[in-house]
Structure formats: structure tokens, C-alpha cells
């Protein structure tokens, strides 16, 4: 999904506009913080249009502080292509569905899949030992257990990454989807490409 972003010229100068510091300005700053990171910025992400939000709203700060805009509007459009989510990830595993954000984190490079599969079980040490496994798991899940890759060498990852590009990036295995067990935070980034499956990691 392709959206037009918009960069804040000068935003910095809400919370840095003097160079001393007063009570006040401290006051206002947190004020601006607030609102910028209100439930209905969204995060100030994309798929909710809390980015339309926040910008709209530095805008405003900026002309009321009487700044002078080094483009019309103080806006600088430029396009960035991302790979979105705007429905809900749902993962339910043996009946019982996990909480995204807690439970598991999608990729932000995955693509779409829906419905119930059966799954193949195999952990890293599979995939990367002396006598690599690699799975025959052909319109299946792949679970991974890779609760262990923080232990890895340099080697050992960089192999480990060969792999799931060919399991993520090329389906080599023909999967219907990836689940990675770690015991790694979970995180979450964009991507301006979609995987032809989803991969999903769980804690």
C-alpha cells in the first residue's frame, strides 16, 4: 500500500524554540508530548491515519509559535511504499488464540494466508547442523524452535538467515505459513515488500 507521508519541517523547534529552558517551556513540552502520544494518534502510524493526525497537529504549534514555513504548508510530501496489515492478525494455535503485540509479532515482510493447517515441528539446530533437516512440509505450518539462535555463532546465524530467506522470501518448502518460537522481545518494523506467506514469531 503506497501512502503519501509527510515530513515536519522544523518540529523540533516545538520542544527546543528558545535556548533557555523555563517551567513554562518544560510545561508546554510535556503538553505537546502528550498529545502526540494520545490514544488517538494511533502511534502515529500509518494504517489508522495517526500520522495525518500528529502532522496536522505540529502544524498548528508551528504557525502558532509564528514560524516561517520553508515550504508553502510546511509539508514536504515524498512516497514510500509499505507493506500494511489494516484488518486483524489473528494466530490461533491448538484452539487457543493469541494476542498480537503479546503473544506473537507478525513480520512486517509477510504476506497473507487464512485458515487451518496442519503443522511440522522442527528446531534450529535442525536447519543449520552438521546434518541439516530441511523440511518436507508442503502446504503445512512450520514451527521453529528458535529459542536458541541468541547462542549461535557468527557462522550459525548467517546460515540461519540463508535459510529463512529461502523458507520466507522464496517458499522453497511450500509453506502455508512460518512460526518461530523465541525467547527474543518481541518487536515490530515496516517493510515496503510482501513474502508470499506470513511469518509469524511467538514467545
Request: with cysteine; charged share 25%.
Amino acid at each position: 500500500m503506497f501512502r503519501l507521508y509527510r515530513l515536519f519541517c522544523l518540529a523540533g523547534a516545538l520542544l527546543f524554540g528558545g535556548s533557555m529552558a523555563t517551567g513554562q517551556d518544560v510545561r508546554y513540552a510535556r503538553g505537546v508530548l502528550a498529545e502526540l502520544c494520545a490514544e488517538n494518534m494511533h502511534g502515529r502510524g500509518y494504517t489508522r491515519r495517526g500520522d495525518t493526525k500528529a502532522s496536522a497537529f505540529i502544524r498548528k504549534e508551528l504557525k502558532t509559535m509564528g514560524l516561517t514555513p520553508l515550504t508553502a504548508d510546511f509539508f514536504q510530501p515524498f512516497h514510500l511504499g509499505v507493506n500494511t496489515f489494516p484488518g486483524p492478525v489473528k494466530l490461533t494455535v491448538n484452539e487457543t488464540e493469541l494476542e498480537a503485540g503479546r503473544d506473537f509479532m507478525i513480520d512486517p515482510s509477510s504476506g497473507s494466508c487464512k485458515g487451518s493447517f496442519e503443522t511440522v515441528t522442527v528446531s534450529i539446530e535442525d536447519l543449520i547442523g552438521d546434518k541439516p533437516v530441511f523440511p518436507k512440509a508442503g502446504g503445512k505450518v512450520l514451527i521453529v524452535d528458535a529459542r536458541k539462535a541468541g547462542t549461535l555463532s557468527a557462522d550459525e546465524k548467517a546460515l540461519w538467515n540463508s535459510i529463512r530467506r529461502k523458507l520466507f522470501v522464496d517458499n522453497v518448502a511450500g509453506l502455508k505459513a512460518v512460526i518461530e518460537i523465541t525467547s527474543e522481545k518481541l518487536t515490530h518494523g515496516i517493510a515496503s515488500v510482501a513474502n508470499p506467506i506470513p511469518w509469524f514469531r511467538v514467545k
